[in-house]
C-alpha cells in the first residue's frame, strides 16, 4: 500500500519569496514521484518527477524536489515566487511494482504582489 | 498538439439522466485513464485501460462504465446520474504505466453537475 501526505491545503507567498511545498509518501518498495501542476479551468501538467536516478530533480519554471528517503519526503521548492505561480499543486507516489498513481489532496499556492 | 482532448467542457444533468464523456488523444498512448477531482480530495481514479479492448476498474468504479474500441477513444459512460457523481472529470493517457514513472498526461477536464 501507499499514500502520500501534502501539508497544507493553503500556502501563501509574496513575490519574489520562496516556494516549499511539503509532501512525505509512504511506500513498501522504492517509489516515483511526481509532482504535477493545475492552472485554473485547466487539465494537469507534469513539473517534475523522480524516477531513482538523481534526488535532486529540476523540473519546469524553475521548480525542483529533492527525494529524501530517511524523511520520505518529496517537497518542491522554487527560490523566488512569481504571480504566474499561483495554482494548484499535487503530489503523487507509484511503487516500483507497479502499483497504481496515488495522488495526494493537493497544495493551492497563492502569490501575493 | 492536441494532446488530450475531452468534451463536452460543462454539462447539466438531471438525476437519473445518462450521459456519455468523450475522449481521444493522438499519441498513440496505449495507457488510458479517467480520474474523477472533488474539493479537497485529490484526483481518484474511475476506470483504466492498458490497450483497445481492455479495460479495469480503478478506485471508485461505481455507476460508470467504459469501452476501449480503438486506442485513440476512451469513452466515459454515467449511467442514472446521481448528486454525488457532480464532480469535475479528467480523461488521460500514458505510454505506459503511469505507475512505472511514465508521465501522464491530461485532458483539460469536463465540469459535471447533477441536480
Redesign the interface.
Known amino acids: 500500500a501507499q499514500s502520500v501526505t501534502q501539508l497544507g491545503s493553503h500556502v501563501s507567498v509574496s513575490e519574489g519569496a520562496l516556494v516549499l511545498l511539503r509532501c512525505n509518501y509512504s511506500s513498501s518498495v522504492p517509489p516515483y514521484l511526481f509532482w504535477y501542476v493545475q492552472y485554473p479551468n485547466q487539465g494537469l501538467q507534469l513539473l517534475l518527477k523522480y524516477t531513482s536516478a538523481a534526488t535532486l530533480v529540476k523540473g519546469i519554471n524553475g521548480f525542483e524536489a529533492e527525494f529524501k528517503k530517511s524523511e520520505t519526503s518529496f517537497h518542491l521548492t522554487k527560490p523566488s515566487a512569481h504571480m504566474s505561480d499561483a495554482a494548484e499543486y499535487f503530489c503523487a507516489v507509484s511503487g516500483t511494482s507497479g502499483s497504481r498513481l496515488t495522488f495526494g489532496e493537493g497544495t493551492q499556492l497563492t502569490v501575493n504582489p | 498538439n492536441a494532446g488530450?482532448t475531452q468534451t463536452p467542457k460543462f454539462r447539466i444533468l438531471k438525476i437519473g439522466q445518462s450521459m456519455t464523456l468523450q475522449c481521444t488523444q493522438d499519441m498513440n498512448h496505449n495507457y488510458m485513464y479517467w480520474y474523477r477531482q472533488d474539493p479537497?480530495?485529490?484526483?481518484k481514479?474511475i476506470y483504466?485501460s492498458v490497450g483497445a479492448g481492455i479495460t479495469d476498474k480503478?478506485?471508485v468504479p461505481n455507476g460508470y462504465n467504459v469501452s476501449r474500441s480503438t486506442t485513440e477513444d476512451f469513452p466515459l459512460r454515467l449511467e442514472l446520474a446521481a448528486p454525488s457523481q457532480t464532480s469535475v472529470y479528467?480523461c488521460?493517457s500514458s505510454p505506459g504505466?503511469?505507475?512505472?514513472?511514465n508521465?501522464?498526461?491530461?485532458?483539460?477536464?469536463s465540469w459535471l453537475t447533477v441536480v
Not at chain 2, 40 to 43: F, K, R
Not at chain 2, 97 to 101: K, V
Not at chain 2, 103 to 109: A, S, W
Open positions: 488530450v479537497g480530495m485529490g484526483l481514479l483504466y480503478g478506485e479528467f488521460a504505466q503511469g505507475s512505472f514513472g508521465t501522464i498526461y491530461f485532458g483539460e477536464g
